[in-house]
């Protein structure tokens, strides 16, 4: 249910689930949930190192968006509210 609300903040042509707004979409989702999972439980080392994962992940899709097309992933960081990332 969640998923579906937050889909429709993408653009109809970018739905495609194996876009890389889509897939970066998704891990910031994913994120949020955990960094609000781990702010109760401080203690959990392997949502930790989930998180760590998915935080890679996300970088590295970035860093490719960004290089291949600086405007849509301008686009992308401000509807998303992330900080954008040094390169380099």
Known sequence: ???NSLI???PQEEKNKGSVEFQIFSFTNKIRRL???LELHRRDYLSQRGLRKI???R???L???SKK???RYKEL???LDIREQKIG
């Open 63 to 65: 860093a490719y968006l």
């Open 1 to 3: 249910m969640i998923k």
């Open 8 to 10: 429709s903040v993408i």
């Open 77 to 79: 960081i401000s509807r």
């Open 35 to 37: 960094t609000s999972h």
């Open 59 to 61: 970088q590295r899709l």
């Open 69 to 71: 097309n600086r405007v």
């Open 55 to 57: 935080l890679g992940k």
